[in-house]
């Protein structure tokens, strides 16, 4: 099936409603809807999984365990109700905001020079009135592409930074197929994602299959 940015994009955005919105109490729905709408505008759109060299994830890379979701292993702690963005994510904790926000401060990223991510606490309910959330968001200081899609210098840097060191673990080549979803972020198709668009996807995958058919990781797994 086709990849449909559009239904994708849709899609996340009536599940962030449902999570973050339907279990306030009535009278405060639409300040928090109007407000979350907001966020999703400027950090979004509403994702499923990051690709795992993006900031948010990529602190603590695993060539093993690639890391496509924001957690402990990633350096943050006390997240809790998450709903992720491409360029941010809201957790809603019932407590530990101030761990979560005492983690980002802590974060080792190695992406500094690409983007800096900070975290603060929302002045709004999101998922229960008394749960509370807070905005984690990574600020890129690359310029994106056009359409707003990440950078592709970034990307196609970060998956070779991320997986040629490597090399040697590995026994068998995994395939463009296999590692698309790692790479590309989730909801994807086969070169684009709410990540990266087609350009951009097109070259990773011909840069991936240029070193895999190298030889660099061993034989291709088939």
């Known amino acids: 099936m086709a990849f449909r940015i559009n239904e994708a994009i ?19 729905r639409n300040l928090s809807e109007a407000k979350l709408l907001d966020l999703i ?15 948010l994830v990529a602190s603590n890379y695993d060539p093993q365990i690639p890391h496509s979701y924001p957690d402990h292993r990633c350096g943050y702690n006390g997240l809790d109700h998450t709903v992720y963005l491409r360029d941010a994510f809201i957790s809603c904790p019932y407590g530990g905001a101030e761990e979560i926000i ?14 800096t ?22 600020t890129w200081h690359e310029p994106m592409e056009r359409d707003h899609t990440l950078p592709k210098r970034f990307a196609i840097a970060r998956i070779l930074e991320q997986e040629i060191p490597n090399w040697a673990d590995y026994d068998l080549g995994e395939t463009w197929e296999t590692m698309r979803t790692y790479f590309l972020g989730q909801p994807c198709g086969a070169r684009s994602s709410l990540f990266v668009n087609q350009d951009t996807g097109q070259k990773m995958k011909t840069v991936w299959n240029a070193v895999l058919n190298a030889g660099v990781f061993g034989p291709i797994k088939v």
């Open 10 to 28: 849709e899609k996340g955005r009536e599940f962030a409603l449902h999570r973050l919105i339907s279990s306030l109490p009535q009278e405060l």
């Open 41 to 55: 505008d400027r950090f979004g759109p509403v994702v499923d999984a990051y690709p795992c060299w993006h900031p």
């Open 102 to 115: 005492e983690s980002v401060e802590n974060l080792e990223s190695r992406d500094h020079l690409w983007a």
């Open 117 to 138: 991510i900070e975290a603060e606490k929302l002045d709004f309910p999101l998922y229960q009135e008394t749960a509370t959330p807070v905005l984690v968001k990574c």
